[in-house]
């Protein structure tokens, strides 16, 4: 399983990656819209971690384009932020997010929430 966390704060990414990486999962961080959209394209990862107050390109953006892009539409995107007023969430919606976190969070709800969106193994069919 591969993870993108497109996060400008270098703190939050780094614990992320660390917690992540310890249940097995490869990490791969960016830390501006146009280097999360990027490496979204390039790596096709299981899963977007995306903020939405970033430099270079907002969250909004990013998740829209993502969401378009025959390349990345099909990756699940988990919007974490502060941002959850009506305004935040209907231009989330409108950009095609399905997937909200609010921060700050727990980290085993986050952890839940990432296991759920994450693609199944094949069963072995024992």
Excluded at 28 to 38: S, Y
């Amino acid at each position: 399983m591969k993870i993108l966390i497109v996060e400008d704060s270098k703190n939050m990414s780094g614990v992320l990656k660390e917690v992540l990486e310890h249940e097995g999962i490869t990490v791969l961080q960016a830390f501006d819209g146009v280097a999360g959209l990027l490496a979204a394209r390039r790596e096709k990862p299981d899963l977007v971690l995306l903020d939405l107050l970033l430099p270079k390109m907002s969250g909004y953006d990013v998740c829209s384009r993502l969401m378009t892009d025959n390349l990345t539409r099909h990756i699940p995107v988990l919007v974490v932020s502060t941002l959850d007023t009506r305004d935040s969430m209907n231009k989330l919606r409108a950009a095609g997010a399905r997937h909200f976190m609010k921060k700050p969070y727990s980290l085993d709800e986050l952890l839940e929430k990432i296991h759920s969106l994450l693609p199944k193994p094949p069963s072995t069919g024992a």
